[in-house]
Nanobody
């Protein structure tokens, strides 16, 4: 199995930045794509970003394109979400996930919450963006 733990959430002013980290453990970590999802107040959990298992391809939700960057370091079993130009609407619990779903544009449109076909999930870290 894969175990995932998120770090780095907190309170930040609009326009600021935060970096979230996901620490992964387990025998099969390197074979999974890694994704970040979020659930805002009163909302369904939604896709944010994904990086393929080899780290060569990334996908982003339209709402974060150009502001967020996902990366991974397979040697350290970590995945990172760098969040810049944060907006109040980015306020959410952010979840790290691992699985075999590739979130190209068609899959993003068709995927079903809350798990979107992803297999493993962390417990989440809270990000609050103040106005």
């Amino acid at each position: 199995q894969v175990q995932l733990v998120e770090f780095g959430g907190g309170l930040v002013q609009a326009g600021g930045s935060l970096r979230l980290s996901c620490e992964a453990s387990g025998r099969t970590f390197s074979s999974y794509a890694m994704g970040w999802f979020r659930q805002g107040p009163g909302k369904v959990r939604e896709f944010v970003a994904e990086i393929t298992w080899w780290g060569g391809t990334t996908y982003y939700a339209d709402s974060v394109q150009g502001r967020f960057t996902i990366s991974r370091d397979k040697s350290k079993n970590t995945a990172t979400l760098q969040m810049n130009s944060l907006k109040p609407e980015d306020t959410a619990v952010y979840y790290c996930s691992a699985g075999n779903v590739v979130f190209d544009e068609a899959t993003i449109a068709a995927a079903v919450p809350p798990d979107y076909g992803m297999e493993y999930w962390g417990k989440g870290t809270l990000v609050v963006v103040s106005s």
